[in-house]
């Protein structure tokens, strides 16, 4: 395992890499607030490992650090305890990840086939491991870390921990705006055809009530009820599309089509329709935000991997399946979600059998923003204040309002919402993934030469770099593309003046609306 910090052999002069990070002589002072007190002339070289209880004072252990309560020690209290177990780490991840936004995922199959989809969930779950590794690397050297602002504090100071606080903020924000306007839409379809602006502002009142427990072992089983809910209305969804067929198939319109590779005629097939898909599920594999606010408040921060692993191993199975038979099932008529494919009573069914998916998903967003204003609030000076439960639950209670309300206002006021987060989306997830590379080269600017595995994982970091660059540059160009031929088309109004449509029209083919960002 690593050393505390990076830091250089005796008499070793910087390296390239250091040159990246030129305030890291600082690093040690900054630290202190993440790792308590542990003593920094051992840190590099640590004692023998001497059989003590986990939940005594820190300990170094093969250069690793763990810490239970955080920065915080002895009997003060604490914001965010840690009471949280591998199974319930788990189900916050994979609600945080696993919405309903999966049903978008057999549009990708019909646009780049099932071979290329195969591949795509395979990388793209090493991608998910590869982020969530790199992330609780650094909170296992920091055990005081609770989210990414604390990281841009730790690598370079504070103007650095704001930076990632607003990427943090703005993108979990646009996320709760999103279910928000989701809930509204299933609301739609299950009958209560009323005002949008009414049905969303209920949603979104809905689910700031059920983001307030504050513990994520409270919070998991909401969690669990959410994966629930999206297995139950996944099974339905493939069962009602082998047994009817795609709705939206004319008679005159020729049979079902599956191929490995490739698109048939009846579906776009450009560059930028595999992009935009490609996307989707790149984005489908993310609970990249939520990884260090749940190893935060875990037991034993080492069972981390634990969870990880369930989440990547059972993400990439049920998005295999999920493509690939809702694809066969619907051929080239699959649209986005597949729900629009299904006869009118099974979108009433599935809808609302998958609310508590689209409220949960929502509201683990509002943690992970919540949270973080929470600590920011109770840092320094007005720690002492956590002994007033009043106060705790008022600041708690007052934070999670003003997000719901930010979220539910940009969702109602920006006219193409749902593409604009797509944008968000590439952007967002591109930089958590580089991220988690930069992660990797800031612990070893020092020694990245010196073994095989550590330039092995330069060249690693290096080249999923590169691949983060390319969504970016890729995926946000696509979106934007997609957003000016909405506009072209006229398909884009405002969301306070138009009521939800289920379907629209997209070229030839019909688009089922909203898609939603998992």
Not at 219 to 243: E, K, L, N, P, Q
Not at 284 to 296: K, M, R, V
Not at 398 to 423: M, Q
Request: proline residues 6%.
């Amino acid at each position: 395992m690593d050393a505390l910090e990076p830091c250089p052999a005796p008499g070793q002069k910087r390296t390239a890499l250091s040159y990246l990070f030129p305030n890291n002589d600082q690093v040690l002072s900054r630290r202190a607030k993440f790792t308590d007190d542990i003593d920094t002339a051992t840190a590099s070289t640590p004692p023998p490992v001497v059989a003590t209880d986990d939940h005594e004072k820190p300990k170094i252990e093969e250069g690793l650090i763990e810490q239970i309560n955080g920065p915080y020690t002895g009997e003060e209290p604490k914001a965010l305890p840690r009471t949280l177990g591998r199974f319930g780490a788990f189900f916050n991840m994979i609600a945080f990840s696993f919405a309903l936004g999966v049903l978008s995922i057999p549009m990708a199959v019909a646009t780049i086939g099932i071979v290329p989809f195969i591949l795509q969930c395979l990388f793209f779950g090493f991608l998910s491991w590869y982020t969530g590794y790199q992330y609780w690397r650094v909170a296992m050297m920091y055990p005081g870390i609770h989210n990414l602002q604390q990281v841009g504090e730790l690598m370079y100071g504070p103007s650095c921990a704001v930076a990632f606080a607003v990427i943090q903020a703005v993108f979990g924000i646009f996320v709760q705006g999103s279910h928000a306007l989701l809930g509204g839409y299933a609301f739609y379809y299950l009958g209560w055809h009323g005002c949008m602006v009414g049905m969303a502002a209920v949603f979104a009142v809905i689910s700031w009530i059920v983001t307030l427990p504050r513990s994520y072992k409270l919070f998991s089983m909401f969690a669990a009820t959410s994966f629930t809910s999206i297995i139950t209305v996944i099974i339905i969804a493939m069962i009602a599309s082998g047994v009817t067929g795609p709705v939206n198939k004319d008679p005159s319109d020729p049979p079902r089509e599956i191929l490995a590779f490739g698109a048939t005629k009846q579906v776009p097939h450009s560059f930028l329709d595999g992009m935009l898909y490609t996307s989707n599920v790149f984005v489908s594999f993310g609970a990249t935000t939520s990884y260090l606010p749940i190893i935060a408040e875990m037991h034993h921060p080492r069972q981390f991997l634990t969870s990880l692993n369930m989440l990547v191993i059972i993400s990439i199975v049920l998005y295999i399946i999920v493509g690939c038979i809702m694809n066969y099932n619907l051929g080239q008529y699959t649209i986005s979600p597949s729900l629009g494919s299904l006869s009118p009573i099974m979108v009433k069914v599935s809808y609302g059998l998958s609310l508590p998916t689209i409220l949960v998903a929502g509201c683990c967003s509002a943690q992970v923003t919540g949270k973080m204003f929470l600590l920011n609030f109770f840092s320094k000076s007005r720690r002492r204040f956590l002994e007033n439960k009043w106060i705790l639950w008022s600041v708690w209670i007052t934070i999670n309002f003003l997000s719901w309300v930010a979220a539910y206002v940009l969702a109602e006021l920006i006219p193409f919402f749902n593409s604009f987060l797509g944008i968000m989306s590439s952007v967002f997830w591109s930089t958590f993934l580089f991220m988690a590379c930069w992660f990797y080269i800031w612990r070893h600017q020092h020694d990245y030469h010196r073994t095989w595995q550590n330039r092995l994982g330069l060249v690693v970091a290096l080249l999923i770099i590169g691949i983060a660059g390319f969504f970016l540059i890729a995926g946000t160009w696509a979106v934007a593309v997609s957003i000016r031929d909405l506009y072209n088309a006229g398909k884009v109004g405002g969301q306070l003046s138009s009521p939800p449509l289920p379907l629209q029209l997209h070229g030839t083919r019909r688009r089922a609306q909203p898609d939603a960002v998992t």
